[in-house]
C-alpha cells in the first residue's frame, strides 16, 4: 500500500471536548480548543491545519463542552472538502453510549463513536489532541508505524529530564519499542544514550483500527479503569503488544531559524497561553506561521485592513515589535511587544504593553495594560490601569502567581 492510499484509509480523530479549567474564565463559555490564538486561528486549526497538509481528509471532532463557538468555527471555516471524493470533516458530539454520562476520558470519547469508527471501514485511526499548538506531518508518523508492524505508535517528544515529572514518560529499548510507560515520574527513565533526556508522550496515537476497537471494548467494561489512553491503554498494551515511540523530531515541521528546537506546546495555562502569544512578537518566532508550505487554515471573513491615526507629539499611533490583526485600529496609541486579535481600537493615549488582546475589544482613552490577556467583547473604561498594582489587579481581575492579569467583560462590570 503506498503511502496516499494509506493517508486515504486513515481517520483521524481530533479530541476537542475538553473545558481547559486552568485557563480560568477564558473558557467559561468556550472549549479550550476553540480558544483564539496567534492573532487569527483557533487553537483546534493546528491539528486540523496538520490533517490537511499531511493528506489526511476523513476527520472526525469530537465535541462535548461549550460547543457552539467551536461548531461555528468548524462549519464556517472547514466545509471545504469533497464528499464525493470520500473526504470529510465532521463534528461527532458526545453520543452517551453508555447512558446519560459525558465522555469519561480520551478512550471512553472514542469508544462512545465507534459505531461511527465502524461504518467508515478505516485500516488506521490517528487520534490527536485539539487543544496543542505545533505542526507535524502525520503522514511520517503513520509510514513508521505501517513499516514497523506495530499496533500503536505514540508520538513522543525530548524533554529535560528536570521537566519529565510534568509529562507520561515513556522508556524505549534502542529500536524505539516502548518497554515501560510511567505517569508523571519522580525519577523518570531517560533515552539510551543520553541520560539528560527523557521522552515524554504527547497525546498523540496511531492504531490499527481493529486493534483499537477490541481494546476500546475490553476497556469500557473494565470498572476499574479510568478510560483514558495515557493513563490505561498505553501502560496496558506495554510488554503484550507491538508499541511503538515515534519521535517527533522525525516528523516536525521545522522553522529554518530554530532547526533543532521542535516546537510543541500545550497551552493549558495562562501563563503558558501568554508566552505563546508572546513568542510570536519576537523578531523571528520559534513557531513559524508564515511558512508558505505548511499552511495553517482558520475561518477567513471579509475585514478592512489594520489602520493606524495620529502623529501628533504624545499623540501617536504605533506598534511596535507586535502582531496586529485585520480590522484593528490603533488611534494615537503605543502598542508594544503585544497581539492585537481581529477587530481590536485602541484609542487615544493608552499604552497596551507585553498584552494580548483577544478579539473585538475596545481599549479606552490613557489606559495603561501590561502582561494582561483581556478576554473577547471587553470594553474597558477610560483610564484603566492594569499590571502596575499586583494587589489592586488581583481585588478587580484574576492574577495569577506569575503576574499575568485576566480581564473579562463580567469582572468590568462587576466593578
Known sequence: MDLNT?????????????????????TDNRSKPALPIAGKYKIVDFPLSNCINSGMRRIAV?????????????????NF???DFNEFIELWPAQQLTGSNWYQGTADAVYQNL?????LESEYVLVLAGDHVYKQDYSIMLKEHIESGADVSVACIEVPVYEADQFGIMHVDEDDNIIAFEEKPSAPPTMPGNP??????????????????????????????????????IPLFVGHSKIKAHHFSHSVIPNESYPHKPYWRDVGTLTAYWESNMDLTKLVPELDLYDEDWPIRTAQYQRPAAKFNYNYEERIGTALNSVV?????????????????????VNSYSHVNKSVVLPRCDIGRNCRLTRVIVDSDCRIPEGTIIGEDAVADAARFYRNADGITLVTQAMIEAL
Open 325 to 345: 490583526s485585520a480590522g484593528c485600529i490603533v488611534s494615537g496609541s503605543t502598542v508594544e511587544q503585544s497581539i492585537l486579535f481581529n477587530n481590536v481600537r
Open 6 to 26: 494509506a493517508c486515504m484509509k486513515t481517520l483521524s480523530i481530533i479530541l476537542a471536548g475538553g473545558r481547559g479549567s486552568r485557563l480560568q474564565q477564558l
Open 81 to 83: 472538502l469533497r464528499s
Open 196 to 233: 539528560n533526556v527523557s521522552l515524554a508522550s504527547m497525546g498523540i496515537y496511531i492504531f490499527n483500527t481493529k486493534f483499537l476497537c477490541e481494546h476500546l471494548r475490553s476497556d469500557a467494561v473494565d470498572a476499574s479503569s479510568s478510560h483514558d489512553f495515557g493513563k490505561d491503554l
Open 115 to 119: 459505531t461511527m469508527i465502524d461504518c
Open 62 to 78: 469530537l465535541t462535548q463542552y461549550r460547543s457552539h463557538t467551536l461548531n461555528q468555527h468548524v462549519q464556517r471555516g472547514w
